[in-house]
């Protein structure tokens, strides 16, 4: 048994990396363990109750280990899992336990970016057919227009290992276009998927100029900041080690090592915890 009650961080792949690196900045005293389920990804093309299912399950097991907090650093399982989550599941099984999701925080500020009041909004299919951030960023600007592109085959690329290779070019610039042919006013396009980032500098070069592309990672790390500011009473549950743990639900882990150190700068050991 790992004697900590860390803070701990979801993603059906190896993508919420890129929000693990950034809360690890912000936290770095705060105890981590990071889950991915990477036997099941990617979660963008399957159903609502498919989603729901995997990530609870995932969610289950983190609470398991003691987390009092955890972040669903996955687009597609805060748009379709964590309402029901929030309401109906922790209520009956953890109610001393929060579970937090990426797109509210993301939309409580992408506003600020954008000068055209056009935003292009980058995601995968189950993301984008949620509507989540359409209905998000207009609670909080309802002035902005937001124009959707789903992107399906950027995360099996980005989860292959495939997305520095001169192949993913012709990927990147086939839904960069479809996205540019809604308005010619996009001024700033939300990477609203966490693997995206390892795509940025591919996504900048086929952009015009003065197009601005914003992460999250950083948008979350400070939102979770902000929120164990004004709940104590969470905040003092989490253990300050410093730790991180980083588990996975496949056994391929020296691949997953050797991917996941891309997403984060540093070295990398999974540890394999069974199929969910």
């Given at each position: 048994?790992?004697?900590?009650?860390?803070?701990?961080?979801?993603?059906?792949?190896?993508?919420?990396?890129?929000?693990?690196?950034?809360?690890?900045?912000?936290?770095?005293?705060?105890?981590?363990?990071?889950?991915?389920?990477?036997?099941?990804?990617?979660?963008?093309?399957?159903?609502?109750n498919?989603?729901?299912?995997?990530?609870?399950?995932?969610?289950?097991?983190?609470?398991?280990?003691?987390?009092?907090?955890?972040?669903?650093?996955?687009?597609?399982?805060?748009?379709?899992?964590?309402?029901?989550?929030?309401?109906?599941?922790?209520?009956?099984?953890?109610?001393?336990?929060r579970?937090?999701?990426?797109?509210?925080?993301?939309?409580?500020?992408?506003?600020?970016?954008?000068?055209?009041?056009?935003?292009?909004?980058?995601?995968?299919?189950?993301?984008?057919?949620?509507?989540?951030?359409?209905?998000?960023?207009?609670?909080?600007?309802p002035?902005?227009?937001?124009?959707?592109?789903?992107?399906?085959?950027?995360?099996?690329?980005?989860?292959?290992?495939?997305?520095?290779?001169?192949?993913?070019?012709?990927?990147?610039?086939?839904?960069?276009?479809?996205?540019?042919?809604?308005?010619?006013?996009?001024?700033?396009?939300?990477?609203?998927?966490?693997?995206?980032?390892?795509?940025?500098?591919?996504?900048?070069?086929?952009?015009?100029?003065?197009?601005?592309v914003?992460?999250?990672?950083?948008?979350?790390a400070?939102?979770?900041?902000?929120?164990?500011?004004?709940?104590?009473?969470?905040?003092?549950?989490?253990t300050?080690?410093?730790?991180?743990?980083?588990?996975?639900?496949?056994?391929?882990?020296?691949?997953?090592?050797?991917?996941?150190?891309?997403?984060?700068?540093?070295?990398?050991?999974?540890?394999?915890?069974?199929?969910?």
């Open positions: 048994m790992h004697n900590t009650r860390p803070i701990g961080i979801f993603d059906s792949g190896i993508g919420g990396l890129t929000v693990f690196r950034s809360i690890a900045g912000q936290l770095p005293g705060h105890d981590l363990l990071y889950l991915g389920d990477n036997s099941r990804a990617p979660y963008g093309n399957r159903s609502f498919t989603i729901h299912q995997y990530t609870w399950e995932c969610v289950q097991w983190l609470l398991a280990q003691g987390c009092p907090l955890v972040i669903l650093a996955c687009n597609t399982a805060s748009a379709k899992a964590l309402r029901t989550i929030q309401q109906k599941d922790l209520p009956v099984t953890h109610p001393d336990r579970v937090l999701g990426v797109i509210r925080p993301t939309a409580e500020v992408i506003g600020e970016y954008t000068h055209t009041g056009n935003i292009g909004v980058l995601g995968t299919q189950g993301t984008v057919a949620s509507g989540s951030y359409l209905l998000e960023i207009k609670k909080f600007f002035e902005i227009s937001v124009h959707q592109q789903a992107c399906p085959l950027w995360v099996p690329l980005i989860e292959s290992g495939e997305y520095d290779k001169p192949g993913a070019d012709h990927y990147v610039k086939l839904y960069l276009d479809e996205l540019l042919q809604r308005s010619d006013q996009i001024d700033t396009i939300l990477l609203a998927c966490t693997h995206y980032p390892l795509l940025q500098h591919k996504i900048e070069a086929h952009l015009p100029e003065g197009v601005k914003v992460a999250q990672g950083d948008i979350v400070k939102s979770l900041t902000d929120y164990l500011q004004r709940h104590p009473e969470i905040d003092q549950q989490i300050r080690q410093g730790t991180r743990r980083f588990c996975t639900t496949t056994d391929d882990t020296t691949d997953l090592d050797q991917h996941a150190s891309m997403f984060i700068s540093e070295e990398v050991e999974f540890e394999f915890i069974g199929q969910m």
